[in-house]
């Protein structure tokens, strides 16, 4: 994902705590675990993983409480984050309605960026950017969909932004229409995109997808790619009432509206 290790731990706690905080709640403290080559990896690298790890967790008020280690061919890092929330205001993923408009509040592209690091095509640039939005907490976010009173949300990592819109309205009686063209995308993503710099996860998402979601015509192979591209640190997407733009604005929090709830069968339907 990234080569310093005190970044790489970093990311990690921010991607973590983003399950807490697409439920509306607040994370309180951390397990980590870490697979290491134990006989081969200097004990700085793992110390500056932990490190970049505690940083996140304290801009997010949460405390790293232990964790668990174990010897590995390759460096594996994560966290187990508990958090609390009012029962009453939790975030779900499911509960979205006809009518209701959808906000992404980050970017896409990161997991070409990353993509195109390992394969040696990024430049310093490319890489600050995709590091800048995947540090970026979730928290303001969070708490901007809880004074919307937001209707559902999710954060988008892995599955990319088709996989997680249909984890909101598989089995349910509205379909999301998806705007192409608002999405907003890092831009050297598309140069890459481009060059072949694609995760192997984005042809498997849409795969998985296809049956489940249908493209305008109008729309070209690497927006669908783009659409799919696995996030590590992703933002939230959120269905609320178009009332709930001004809170967004007013807390300087990046958002654009991508899209909007209709009734249906449980499909997102993607146009330019």
């Known amino acids: 994902m990234v080569d310093d290790p005190f970044t790489f731990g970093a990311i990690s706690a921010a991607n973590a705590v983003s399950d807490v905080y697409a439920m509306g709640g607040k994370p309180l403290t951390a397990l980590a675990i870490a ?28 405390l790293l409480v232990g964790g668990h280690s174990f010897d590995d061919s390759e460096i594996k890092f994560g966290l187990a984050v508990t958090g609390t929330g009012d029962p009453e205001q939790i975030l779900r993923v499911r509960g979205a ?9 980050k970017p896409l592209g990161i997991g070409i960026i990353t993509t195109a690091l390992k394969g040696g095509k990024a430049q310093p640039a490319h890489v600050e950017e995709a590091v800048r939005w995947m540090l970026t907490l979730n928290r303001r976010a969070s708490e901007c969909a809880l004074q919307a009173h937001a209707s559902a949300c999710t954060d988008v990592t892995g599955f990319g932004l088709l996989g997680h819109a ?18 907003p995308v890092i831009p050297a993503a598309w140069m890459l995109i481009d060059g072949g710099m694609v995760a192997e996860g984005a042809y498997k998402n849409l795969s998985y997808l296809a049956s489940k979601t249908s493209f305008a015509e109008a729309i070209a192979d690497e ?6 591209d696995p996030q590590t640190s992703g933002g939230l997407l ?26 249906g069968t449980g499909r997102i339907r993607v146009i330019p």
Do not use: N, W
């Open 238 to 263: 959120i269905a609320a009432s178009e009332t709930a733009l001004p809170l967004f604005v007013a807390a300087g929090v990046f958002h654009a509206v991508i899209g909007s709830v209709t009734e």
């Open 166 to 183: 249909h984890t909101m309205v598989r089995k349910s009686s509205v379909d999301f229409v998806i705007c192409a063209d608002s999405v």
């Open 35 to 62: 697979g290491y080559p134990a006989c081969s990896c200097e004990p700085q690298i793992l110390r500056e993983i932990l490190r970049g790890a505690t940083a996140t967790l304290k801009e997010a008020d949460a």
């Open 97 to 105: 309605r006809p009518g209701d408009i959808l906000i992404l509040t």
């Open 223 to 228: 927006m669908k790619l783009m659409l799919a």
